[in-house]
């Protein structure tokens, strides 16, 4: 087991962690599927509104890669298609059926399993709807089935601003994970990786065999499977490396044994607007409104993943399929009198503009304030304080909006971990991340 500690990043007090134990949550529904999740996927729509789908039945593909589809998460109608700009479709709702019709595929024993081909195994995660599960690095984007991984890493971490659990996750599917480990071994040439934080390492991880280990430490994004693989196996030209999710690893080694979509999932709601802050056992695809019902859309904004990393989603919206948890933040749309001048005891500051800084491990308030408004960039040296990543990002993001593809692969953009700190600590409120990944389409739009 190899030991590895960051020592520049930030990690932010925030209030409303989940806490538990795990609640089994009602049936939802309905669930809801967003396509514009998957990066440089041009969704085609394989289902219609009234149609009846089964679970694992495919909702939509890739138009450029038709084998790449991803697959609904409940069996009923599809009682809506949302379209945002140019036709491009945002969300397909599900009412899910009283008995649901599910889409049936081979099962084997895992020994049966483990003796499969590499091209036994692709096909039968291609036709689950899982393949999907998986992402390459670098630009976390769906890999090329063809294609062999120098490694596929695990992510079994989270030190975010509203961590989630992964001992709570993984807890009753040891077995399925490790074959799920057995099954990933074959994708690549290299090794897996099983990657955790230190002194946090759930027992399907610390009894998994035929991977290697390893723990992190420090400030985050420490605990984010990208900043890992950086350390790990940082990245070169050429090389490419997978990475998943522990959850969708054991998945993998379900979907094998069972023949059948998983559907099930643990799901965190966290966050100070949140009114139940805790774990759920609940399915793929469920919404914020239906796991709790009592945080108001009106005075909160639902996060899809964590608050510095997650994208905002309406409350009836489904669950990203890379997103483990709800984050629920006030939204700081009240007008503050004089806040300027007040010493601010309440208000989150990472650079001592507030007498918050007297006490920077107390859990502040935060809501979805900017504080000010967009202005020019400064460059301070406060972007690389934070970034766990061995590049300058206010030179990169220079190099990005200018459209300097040479200058910005030699300035990281391929070893960004997109850990949302730059934007989160920019005095001017820029937007890093969304520069960041407009960057990242657009060099892959280059490549193709």
């Known amino acids: 087991m190899s030991d590895y500690r960051m020592k520049r990043g930030y990690d932010v007090p925030m209030l409303g962690r989940a806490e538990g134990p795990i609640v089994d949550a009602a049936r939802p529904k309905r669930v809801g599927v967003r396509p514009t999740e998957f990066r440089f996927v041009k969704p085609k729509l394989m289902v219609k509104e009234g149609e009846t789908v089964s679970a694992g039945q495919p909702l939509f593909r890739d138009r450029k890669r038709a084998e790449i589809r991803v697959v609904a998460p409940a069996g009923g109608v599809v009682s809506e298609i949302r379209f945002g700009r140019r036709k491009v479709c945002q969300e397909i709702f599900i009412d899910v059926a009283e008995q649901e019709p599910v889409v049936e595929h081979s099962t084997y024993s ?240 990472r650079y001592r503009a507030y007498a918050s800084a007297m006490m920077p491990t107390k859990a502040q308030h935060l809501d979805t304030n900017l504080g000010g408004g967009v202005r020019a960039h400064v460059a301070t040296g406060i972007y690389e304080d934070v970034c766990g990543m061995d590049i300058l990002p206010g030179y990169l993001m220079k190099s990005v909006l200018v459209e300097d593809f040479e200058e910005s692969d030699s300035l990281g953009l391929a070893d960004c971990a997109e850990c949302g700190l730059c934007t989160h600590v920019c005095p001017s409120k820029i937007e890093f991340g969304e520069i960041i990944s407009k960057g990242i389409v657009a060099h892959l739009r280059e490549e193709a």
């Open 110 to 349: 895992p020994d049966e399993a483990r003796q499969l081909t590499r091209a036994q195994i692709v096909e039968i995660l291609l036709d689950s709807g899982l393949w999907p599960s998986l992402r390459r690095r670098p630009f976390s984007v769906i890999p090329d089935p063809e294609r062999v991984p120098e490694a596929i890493f695990i992510g079994a971490a989270d030190n975010d601003p509203l961590p989630f659990d992964y001992s709570i996750a993984l807890a009753g599917r040891e077995e399925d994970f490790q074959l799920g480990v057995d099954l990933l071994g074959k994708l690549t040439e290299g090794k897996v990786h099983a990657c955790t934080l230190k002194g946090s390492v759930p027992g399907a991880i610390s009894q998994a065999r035929n991977c290697e280990k390893h723990t992190f430490s420090g400030p985050y994004p420490a605990g984010k499977i990208e900043a890992q693989i950086h350390y790990v196996l940082p990245h070169k030209k050429g090389r490419e490396v997978w990475y998943l999710d522990a959850q969708d690893c054991a998945d993998i080694g379900e979907v094998v044994r069972a023949g059948r979509y998983p559907v099930a999932r643990v799901v965190a709601v966290a966050g100070e607007g949140a009114v139940r802050a805790q774990y759920f056992r609940t399915r793929r695809a469920v919404s914020a409104a239906h796991l709790d019902p009592d945080a108001s859309p009106a005075s909160n904004r639902f996060v899809s993943g964590g608050p510095l990393t997650g994208v905002r989603v309406s409350s009836d919206c489904g669950l990203g399929l890379y997103d483990c948890k709800f984050s629920v933040i006030p939204e700081g749309d009240h007008p503050e009198f004089v806040g300027w001048m007040l010493p601010g005891f309440h208000k989150l500051s």
